[in-house]
């Protein structure tokens, strides 16, 4: 079966919770990553110039989200887009041991993570106003209250567990 078929096929609770998951991740992954810059990377300047960047990666993405979403079709969009998070947040724990520092690849992390993201959250999106346009407006505020109503407390558990353990193992 096609990834496009595989993400049409599916219901729309379940890619409300794929995309509630990954906003929880990536919120529980942005607490941890501000208390790893803190310790690896130290001065607020540089710590603020890293939150720019990730501010410019989710703004990239929703200029481009359209665009490679018809490139690659919805499935394989938001598939690609997932993984691909994931592999921008595994760049935090490795960066003190990979060549270029921790400031570059930090700095790579905090582009491509909300790029990803982004790209992701819109792909899935894309399914949802065809399958319920009698009810946009309560679809819609429903699927926001619990894809996005997850991500404070997302944000509150990876500040406490980086905290109370290494934040190594939290990112």
Known sequence: MAAADWIRKRSPLSSMVSIALVNAASMFGAAAKVIFARQILNPFGLIRLLGALSAAGGLVASTTATRITRRLSLGRSKIAASLASAGFVILLPVAPFLGLGPVVWTGVSGFGRPFFVIQSGLAG????????????GRVMSTYRLFTLGVMP?????GGVMSFATDVSPVL
């Open 125 to 136: 999106l894309a399914s949802f106003p065809g399958s319920f346009r009698h009810l946009v």
């Open 153 to 157: 407390a997302a944000s509150i558990g």
